[in-house]
């Protein structure tokens, strides 16, 4: 009841005041009429209160996102369940889900009345241009009278995620060299066309497939031996992101920083569905390992990386170095200057392929702090060091620039690495 009594509307305490002024002056005027105006006015919102408080547990809510996670700009359904888990039928209800700012404003329904163990289905939408991870929820339910008299606010607390991720383009494919690495019992391993008495065999170890053992090698060496498992070869490659707020320009989802992470995204699902091992490194050192053919983890994690207040790449530089083993480097970067480009130019040798995207940030802001000279000289220094140059202006997609990649270049810079 005291709940009821806090959630009256300015029209209940209206109607409160009232009936309670009305009743004093049918005391003071002896006027028994007026005595029962009162205590209809009086009555009328404590009633009310009675009746809205008794409604508190009433409801259960589940949720439902379809799907769960979306490219950023696109949109996702959201279905609320609402079911009355009492024999009494709700009074009218006023729903309102919470979603953030990003995901638009807050979605508001009104159900007249949910009948005893009835069940309430409301869908909606939502659609983001940034990406991220999103709570939605939880969800409040205001109950009301009929007359507005009283309104009692309940929150249930179920929330749920959407993640909205980099908006991926699909990639032309672009033959890529790259070194093969891979892990096993043995760098090259294969079954001699004689038979299988050629196979170098070793001894059981708990949890081998039993399929596996060799049973003349066992009779052989008097303990159970097993053939050797062949060489599971996968290929390797590294995606560097420089998120460093000073190396880009430009706000919101057109910012040079927000399109490189599409670029990054783009990619690393184009190079992951073609059998790609690939780890993520940012400035601040690595970030993330996908399997070959899996571009969901890289993605989430794409989803909520930041601008960094780094100022150096050393971090990211320093990642790559000390992992090492990777046949294709592609590098996404912002505004370099020469020396910055110089350390990370030297990190593709041997059978390395490097490609380096690099955003001409001047084309998002004129007033920035580096020069079309100073882009051009980086340019030429990594395509010096025979890393394969692919531009990216503002207003470009990186689906039209990736061709770019399979250009190798033909010169080299005094110092470099062909």
Partial sequence: MRAGLSALTSRGRSFLAAGVA??????????????RIGVLIAALPLLAAMVVARTRYRLSCARRLSPARVEAGGETTVTLRLENVTRLPTGLLLIEDT?????????????DRVEARG?????YRVRSDLRGRFSIGPLVVRITDPFGLVELTRAFTITDTLTVTPQVLSLPHVRLSGEWTGGGDSRTRSVAAAGDDDVAPR?????????????????????????REEQQWQSRGALL?????????????????EVAVSAAASIGVHLAREGLGLRLVTDQGAEHLTDSGGSHSLLDTLAVVKGSPNRSLDMGI???????????????????D?????????????????????????SWDVRSYGSAENYQTVTNLMAGFGWRIVRLPAGASIANVWPDAANKNRFTLTGGAA
């Fill in 22 to 35: 009305a009743l004093l002056m049918a005391v003071l005027l002896g006027e028994h009429d007026l005595l």
């Fill in 203 to 227: 001894e059981y170890r708990q949890g081998d497939d039993l399929r596996r053992v060799h049973w003349r090698s066992t009779a052989r060496h008097g303990e159970l031996m097993v053939r």
């Fill in 338 to 362: 020469p020396e910055e480009a110089r350390d990370l130019a030297k990190l593709r040798h041997g059978g390395v392929t490097g490609v380096a995207v690099l955003l001409d940030v001047e």
């Fill in 119 to 123: 069940i309430r289905e409301i869908d």
């Fill in 99 to 111: 979603v953030p700012y990003a995901l638009g404003v807050r979605p508001r329904f009104v159900l």
């Fill in 241 to 257: 992101l420089d998120t460093r707020r000073y190396a880009h320009r430009g706000e919101g989802p057109r910012s040079s920083f």
């Fill in 318 to 336: 320093s990642a790559l170095r000390q992992d090492g083993g990777d046949g294709l480097i592609v590098a996404v970067l912002g505004s370099l």
